[in-house]
């Protein structure tokens, strides 16, 4: 007589649940773990300070909101950049000044996240202003833009207009510009492909 066993059905469906890989960073104490956001997280990154949607590197801990876009991740600790050429840029994961907050030397707008900065200077940089590219291109203007840290007209005080917004650029900021047709943009502008300001 042959015996007939029953398996129960939970028994039967067996789930495999893969435990998530864990990572450290140098600007977090908690472990992070890779997952994917959606726009309905309305996530931050904590290094940028934009938005993320993608994969990000989110903190285990229960009550801690800090998470890292993949990029912010990844970014290089220490950079040499061609418009602070004396010095090499630090990456700190907070602003060194007492207040908690930096300014720019790139954009001028401040910040509170991740900074390239050195300590002989006090100079910082966004990281995405450290990573900008050295040219851009619109369509409605026949050269390539080369992106300036020091431009003709600042050291003698004269304002640049922005050819997008008709806005001044602001002393000491970076811009895209063609020298050759005196032809410049903020550097938000240089991607907006809206209508150029009328004159």
Not at 27 to 40: D, T, V
Not at 59 to 87: A, G, I, M, W
Not at 88 to 110: I, K, N, Q, V
Not at 162 to 179: A, N
Request: glycine share 8%.
């Amino acid at each position: 007589m042959s015996m007939i066993m029953k398996i129960s059905h939970d028994q039967e469906k067996q789930v495999y649940v893969k435990e998530k890989q864990q990572f450290n960073h140098f600007s977090h104490r908690h472990p992070l773990e890779l997952s994917e956001l959606h726009q309905e997280d309305k996530a931050v990154c904590s290094g940028c300070e934009h938005d993320i949607l993608g994969p990000a590197y989110i903190c285990t801990k229960p009550n801690c909101n800090f998470l890292l876009h993949d990029l912010c991740f990844d970014l290089p600790r220490r950079l040499r950049h061609r418009s602070h050429s004396n010095h090499p840029l630090f990456l700190r994961f907070s602003p060194p000044y007492s207040d908690g907050e930096f300014t720019c030397d790139a954009c001028g707008e401040s910040g509170h996240g991740f900074t390239y900065h050195c300590d002989a200077c006090k100079f910082d940089l966004h990281v995405e202003c450290a990573s900008l590219p050295e040219t851009e291109s619109r369509e409605d203007h026949g050269h390539p833009l080369i992106l300036l840290w020091d431009f003709p007209g600042k050291m003698d005080g004269a304002d640049f207009v922005c050819y997008v917004c008709d806005e001044t650029v602001g002393k000491g900021c970076w811009m895209y510009s063609c020298l050759g047709c005196k032809f410049g943009t903020h550097l938000e502008c240089v991607g907006n492909i809206h209508q150029v300001a009328e004159e």
